[in-house]
């Protein structure tokens, strides 16, 4: 069983910057992380993804939104991740989800979110104008 527990998140004006750390326990080799975000009435979307092999991390991918302005990096001693959220806007609103998904074969992280198993309790960002 893998538990993500999620930190971060907030209300920033345009232009903050924001931070979000998912933690996860009962992983140690081939699987993927990653956070996700659903905005009121919109589907789920993908925002960053990671697939971790043994503390050795591939396939890292944003949606083509955020490039530039996010960034997600690794804590493999605490085995957490990070998004750092630079130059927020306003559609960047929305519920925040780290979720896990154990991979058999090494390779890209899934994009839907139909296919990850395993998810945080959800962080609020609200971004205003």
């Known amino acids: 069983q893998v538990h993500l527990v999620e930190s971060g998140g907030g209300s920033v004006q345009a232009g903050g910057s924001l931070r979000l750390s998912c933690a996860a326990a009962?992983?140690?080799?081939?699987?993927?992380m990653g956070w996700f975000r659903q905005a009121p009435g919109k589907e789920r979307e993908g925002v960053a993804t990671i697939y971790t092999n043994y503390g050795h991390h591939f396939y890292k991918n944003y949606v083509d939104s955020v490039k530039g302005r996010f960034t997600l990096s690794q804590d493999d001693a605490k085995n957490t991740i990070h998004l750092q959220m630079n130059n927020l806007k306003p559609e960047d609103t929305g519920m925040y989800y780290c979720?896990?998904?154990?991979?058999?074969?090494?390779?890209?992280?899934?994009?839907?979110?139909?296919?990850?198993?395993?998810w945080g309790q959800g962080t609020q960002v609200t971004v205003s104008s």
């Open positions: 009962g992983y140690t080799y081939s699987y993927c």
């Open positions: 979720a896990a998904v154990r991979r058999k074969d090494e390779g890209s992280c899934p994009a839907q979110s139909s296919e990850w198993n395993y």
